[in-house]
């Protein structure tokens, strides 16, 4: 556990508070409120390059390194790859027919640096892929729909890994190359700049524990990679203030994922665990980009660890001109925001470096929390109704950086794939309504985006999440674009601007009494009854006379039954009728559906090949029925 002048610390680096854990503020965010958004506030929708595009040796893109990684055994869970995705590097114009359905203001998208830079470097721009950006971003100006777009989305150059990648000093040089290519191609019509998606998410996963592209396990690798994140960031900033800003007037930020951390309890402990969880998920890439370096909290957790390992930090120090550059170099902060965890202290005595590893903190699911489950062979888990996270985040964000301007630039739900996704509405009319309470709170937030528009390439989980407005049959070469529930609910929020008519605050997407349980009796003469089919139960495939059917043909002769199994024994309920009739009678039923194998009474299909051994069957079952009072009901 921290040693207790450590605690007396964090007193004087932190400057805001949390609130602590409280059930009152919780069900406040379960609360809808009435009200509407800003005339400016963003409505958006996003989707990332390598999820969607495909074509991925189309016009000169070169390999990335989630090409390499998708390819390469055991890495995705349903064995898929992203080189088709939902191919809308071809369907431009489906997408952007999707975006017009919805309604939406913006469209975030991030370009493939490999598209544009088949190397990664300024020696191998390929104008196809200038050109094609070029016309996407035409095509949704035209149907007046702004673009955001993000520079990195995780799919760094295969080339540029090649030589170290993110843990290479190098990279922020040619990062800022491949910005100032962007911003001299599609500045002029591009107003809000995202360095890079989530890039805790892809230095943890793909630099420290190796799971995710490009599997480099490192012990300090998280540490080295985010340093050189936020070195390229910097340069991307300062040569687009230097060379475009004037006349572009354009802003460029930064986007994080963060979840909440709400403290257990009221005590002062778990406060403060709040705060450092906080400092190390938001403050290591927020801080420097604001105030010029990591947070003082942060630096001086490690360099306790590393007093006790006897080693070094694994936070790796800015000179005062980097420092210097640093700060400020931030328009706006982006947030991708999904759930909350409940923290509090717990011993620290890991005795290695590693993100989480080096916080004495216990990260827990709310128990109380509404879940929202689904199936879970999507690849994920269920989630938790949380929108006061939301709200308290973007009001710790507005403490703690002096109410910079925020775009809640990622917040979705995914579920089995199911059309009338009644539980996506749920989740996502608390979470923009709680953006609401917000700004009602004083929070400069500028937008929101459902993330993602359509079905995607999930990453390492594949096909299998389904988390888009809209479906995207991946089964079908053409990928056709479905719309669910969800895209009627995002587009009637837009048009009313927030929550003020009962058409957005009661919309559902089937009717509300559906999945409401109904105390009440059946009707006197209700059939309870239970159903077999002959070819599944029946066997004695070629007993008594029976003739083949289709299916006793289909699975003799080909390989498309699962394990080469065949009906000829199945049930064997032509030798069990007593065993049959016997359970039907246990379980109380006043019928039994059973059908008639047509082969088993004219064995060729024919009135000439009467079978008189299967006709006595049917009548012994049928007698035997009646006879403990159940009635047949028969299928020909």
């Known amino acids: 556990m921290f040693a207790r002048g450590l605690w007396v610390l964090l007193a004087a680096f932190c400057t805001c508070r949390v609130q602590a854990y409280d059930d009152a503020a919780k069900q406040e965010g379960h609360n809808i409120v009435q009200g509407t958004f800003p005339a400016d506030f963003e409505f958006g929708a996003g989707s990332s390059a390598y999820q969607v595009e495909g074509a991925v040796n189309q016009d000169g893109r070169g390999k990335s390194i989630w090409d390499t990684w998708a390819h390469q055994d055991n890495h995705i869970h349903d064995g898929s790859n992203a080189d088709v995705a939902a191919d809308s590097y071809n369907k431009m114009k489906e997408d952007v027919d999707m975006l017009v359905r919805t309604g939406v203001t913006h469209y975030m998208f991030s370009i493939s640096w490999s598209r544009v830079m088949s190397d990664g470097t300024s020696s191998s721009v390929q104008q196809s892929g200038l050109n094609h950006y070029s016309a996407f971003i035409a095509l949704l100006l035209q149907n007046h729909i702004q673009p955001t777009v993000p520079l990195s989305h995780w799919d760094l150059p295969q080339a540029l890994q090649d030589r170290g990648g993110w843990l290479s000093a190098d990279i922020a040089d040619h990062f800022a190359q491949f910005a100032d290519l962007c911003f001299r191609n599609f500045g002029n019509r591009v107003k809000r700049w995202i360095t890079f998606s989530d890039p805790w998410m892809f230095t943890w996963l793909g630099y420290e524990l190796g799971v995710h592209a490009p599997g480099q396990k490192h012990e300090v690798g998280f540490y080295t990679a985010l340093h050189n994140v936020l070195k390229a960031h910097t340069a991307a900033f300062r040569r ?28 002062q402990a778990d406060q403060d665990s709040s705060l450092l969880a906080l400092a190390f998920r938001v403050g290591l890439f927020i ?24 080693k070094g930090s694994p936070l790796q120090a800015f000179s005062y001109t980097e420092q210097y550059a640093n700060t400020g170099a931030l328009d706006f902060i982006g947030i991708e925001h999904f759930q909350s965890k409940v923290v509090s202290p717990k011993p620290n005595d890991h005795a290695h470096w590693g993100f989480y590893d080096d916080m004495p903190i216990s990260f827990d699911d709310d128990p109380a929390a ?50 009338e996704d009644e539980k996506r509405i749920v989740y996502m009319k608390e979470y923009t309504n709680n953006i609401l309470k917000a700004i009602s709170d004083g929070c400069n937030v500028k937008g929101y985006y459902y993330w993602p528009l359509a079905d995607t390439w999930e990453w390492d989980n594949g096909y299998g999440p389904k988390e888009g407005l809209f479906n995207v049959d991946y089964r079908d070469d053409d990928r056709p674009r479905y719309p669910r529930a969800s895209v009627n609910f995002y587009r009637r929020l837009i048009q009313d601007r927030g929550f003020d008519t009962t058409a957005v605050r009661d919309y559902h997407a089937y009717p509300v009494d559906r999945d409401e349980f109904l ?18 139960v029946e066997g004695a495939w070629n007993t008594d006379g029976k003739g083949p059917s289709i299916w006793d043909t289909f699975c003799h002769t080909t390989d498309k039954v699962y394990g080469g199994m065949t009906g000829d024994v199945a049930c064997d309920s032509y030798h069990h009728i007593n065993d049959d009739v016997r359970i039907a009678k246990e379980l109380g039923l006043k019928h039994y559906r059973f059908s008639i194998a047509w082969s088993r009474v004219l064995p060729d299909g024919t009135r000439g090949s009467l079978n008189q051994r299967g006709v006595d069957y049917y009548n012994n079952l049928i007698n035997a029925l009646l006879a403990e009072n159940i009635q047949p009901m028969v299928t020909l």
């Open 240 to 267: 687009y203030d230097h060379d475009y800003r004037q006349a572009q007037q354009g802003k460029l930020g930064i986007t994080i994922d963060s979840d909440w951390y709400e403290p257990r309890s009221q005590s």
């Open 287 to 310: 801080d420097p980009l604001v105030k010029g370096d990591y947070p003082d909290l942060v630096k001086t957790t490690l360099q306790a660890k590393a007093s006790r390992l006897g």
């Open 519 to 536: 105390y009440d009796t059946f009707p006197s003469g209700f059939m309870w009854g239970a159903a077999t089919s002959a070819y599944q």
């Open 370 to 419: 509404q879940m929202l489950p689904f199936r879970a062979d999507t690849g994920r888990g269920g989630m938790r109704l949380e929108g006061y996270g939301l709200r308290k985040l973007l009001n710790y964000l507005r403490a703690a950086y002096s109410n910079l301007e925020v775009v809640v630039t990622m917040n979705g739900f995914g579920d089995c794939g199911t059309m």
